[in-house]
């Protein structure tokens, strides 16, 4: 079976940068913007136009600079959002304006005041009006995760026969298991008139912590887009992070799935972000954390040196790191020791090391590690010793 692309959709510089303290003048979401671009990403959300002069500023001169992703400006389901995001995205050279409105009977009766007719007909209203100023028009069906699946599909429907060309399946609350948000994809599959027309993608939040899984779950079951944010960042908990789904999709190859992203600017892409958004990345965080490829268990530590596959699955310089680290600290042994050793230029019989070790624990039993500086001191005191 040939392998399918799954399209990234990147909205770190819209859904990443709602997090309180993450914002970015128009200078920054360009250097964030153009490494996106040269990362491989298809789709860069760069805003929503009409929520300040400084948004629409942004997407507008993003829209200049970007070479070969598409750009994407997010409305809300009226005329106004609609105009003023198709002004923004006049100089892009691949547009998309992503519209929608919220599809659950909760968005539906208290967020709206409405029913579900008239949402159906707003929906509707938005993406023919969105056609106006651009091809690629998605719709996004907000809090699809707790919309009844029957609704939804005549709601996906009705907006591919409008002219939508992307569904956005968001699990906005990040309440959904995975197979249950799988399920709502393969039935929107089964079930929507058309559906070939259009590309489904998921948009999912991590409340409970499911948010690749769920992405993951989507795609297996139709989808071919995932919308994400590097670092995971996004409003409350977060999105899907880019990094987990990229190298998820590139250690599965029996998914026979594959993306355009170039996996070896994933840590420098982690950083830049995190830098320019003054959000520290967590250090046990997959793929991108500082612990990612870190070791400090002795018998963990000894199985990477004899052979790096025993307890990493990834090769580190795949996401752009160098290569693994032996951490050393109390629970570190004997080989982990004397490859520190070596690496700072001295090679230790095994007498040594057994001398060198009870002397690091007594030392590592008061420190949460030994650094160079200590390995160095140690050498020198042994030495001063036997000499």
Same mark, same amino acid.
Request: charged fraction near 25%; proline fraction near 3%.
């Given at each position: 079976?040939?392998?399918?692309?799954?399209?990234?959709?990147?909205?770190?510089?819209?859904?990443?940068?709602?997090?309180?303290?993450?914002?970015?003048?128009?200078?920054?979401?360009?250097?964030?913007?153009?490494?996106?671009?040269?990362?491989?990403?298809?789709?860069?959300?760069?805003?929503?136009?009409?929520?300040?002069?400084?948004?629409?500023?942004?997407?507008?001169?993003?829209?200049?600079?970007?070479?070969?992703?598409?750009?994407?400006?997010?409305?809300?389901?009226?005329?106004?959002?609609?105009?003023?995001?198709?002004?923004?995205?006049?100089?892009?050279?691949?547009?998309?304006?992503?519209?929608?409105?919220?599809?659950?009977?909760?968005?539906?009766?208290?967020?709206?005041?409405? &029913?579900?007719?008239?949402?159906? =007909?707003?929906?509707?209203?938005?993406? !023919? +009006?969105?056609?106006?100023? %651009?091809? /690629?028009?998605?719709?996004?069906?907000?809090?699809?995760?707790?919309?009844?699946?029957?609704?939804?599909?005549?709601?996906?429907?009705?907006?591919?026969?409008?002219?939508?060309?992307?569904?956005?399946?968001?699990?906005? &609350?990040?309440?959904?298991?995975? =197979?249950?948000?799988?399920?709502?994809? !393969? +039935?929107?599959?089964?079930? %929507?008139? /058309?559906?070939?027309?259009?590309?489904?993608?998921?948009?999912?939040?991590?409340?409970?912590?499911?948010?690749?899984?769920?992405?993951?779950?989507?795609?297996?079951?139709?989808?071919?887009?995932?919308?994400?944010?590097?670092?995971?960042?996004?409003?409350?908990?977060?999105?899907?992070?880019?990094?987990?789904?990229v190298m998820i999709i590139k250690q599965h190859p029996d998914l026979n799935f594959f993306t355009d992203i170039n996996s070896k600017m994933l840590n420098e892409m982690s950083?830049?972000?995190?830098?320019?958004?003054?959000?520290?990345?967590?250090?046990?965080?997959?793929?991108?954390?500082?612990?990612?490829?870190?070791?400090?268990?002795?018998?963990?530590?000894?199985?990477?040196?004899?052979?790096?596959?025993?307890?990493?699955?990834?090769?580190?310089?795949?996401?752009?790191?160098?290569?693994?680290?032996?951490?050393?600290?109390?629970?570190?042994?004997?080989?982990?020791?004397?490859?520190?050793?070596?690496?700072?230029?001295?090679?230790?019989?095994?007498?040594?090391?057994?001398?060198?070790?009870?002397?690091?624990?007594?030392?590592?039993?008061?420190?949460?590690?030994?650094?160079?500086?200590?390995?160095?001191?140690?050498?020198?005191?042994?030495?001063?010793?036997?000499?």
């Amino acid at each position: 079976m040939d392998s399918e692309k799954i399209e990234i959709f990147d909205t770190t510089l819209r859904d990443g940068e709602q997090v309180p303290g993450c914002k970015l003048d128009t200078k920054q979401k360009l250097i964030i913007a153009e490494q996106l671009d040269n990362l491989g990403v298809d789709i860069i959300e760069a805003g929503f136009p009409i929520s300040s002069p400084g948004d629409f500023l942004s997407v507008q001169e993003i829209s200049k600079i970007v070479k070969n992703a598409k750009v994407c400006g997010l409305t809300r389901a009226n005329k106004k959002d609609i105009e003023v995001a198709g002004e923004a995205l006049k100089f892009a050279k691949r547009p998309r304006i992503h519209t929608g409105i919220g599809t659950s009977d909760s968005h539906i009766k208290f967020k709206f005041n409405s &029913t579900r007719e008239q949402i159906l =007909e707003r929906a509707v209203d938005a993406v !023919k +009006y969105a056609k106006n100023f %651009v091809d /690629d028009v998605e719709f996004y069906a907000e809090d699809a995760g707790r919309t009844d699946n029957d609704f939804l599909a005549k709601v996906c429907e009705e907006v591919i026969k409008a002219g939508a060309t992307v569904l956005n399946i968001p699990d906005t &609350t990040g309440y959904c298991l995975p =197979e249950e948000y799988g399920q709502k994809i !393969k +039935y929107l599959r089964e079930n %929507v008139k /058309d559906i070939d027309k259009a590309i489904l993608s998921c948009h999912c939040h991590n409340d409970l912590g499911m948010a690749t899984a769920n992405s993951i779950s989507g795609i297996i079951n139709g989808a071919r887009q995932i919308e994400c944010t590097i670092n995971g960042l996004g409003e409350r908990a977060g999105n899907t992070a880019l990094e987990e789904v990229v190298m998820i999709i590139k250690q599965h190859p029996d998914l026979n799935f594959f993306t355009d992203i170039n996996s070896k600017m994933l840590n420098e892409m982690s950083f830049l972000v995190s830098e320019l958004m003054g959000m520290p990345v967590q250090p046990n965080k997959a793929i991108v954390g500082a612990n990612a490829f870190a070791h400090s268990s002795g018998i963990h530590q000894d199985g990477v040196i004899k052979n790096r596959e025993t307890y990493e699955i990834i090769d580190p310089r795949e996401v752009g790191i160098n290569e693994s680290s032996i951490v050393l600290t109390a629970r570190s042994g004997r080989s982990a020791l004397a490859y520190r050793f070596k690496n700072i230029g001295f090679d230790v019989t095994k007498v040594e090391l057994d001398i060198l070790y009870q002397e690091f624990l007594k030392i590592a039993d008061t420190k949460k590690e030994i650094n160079n500086d200590d390995l160095n001191f140690m050498m020198k005191s042994f030495n001063q010793k036997i000499g």
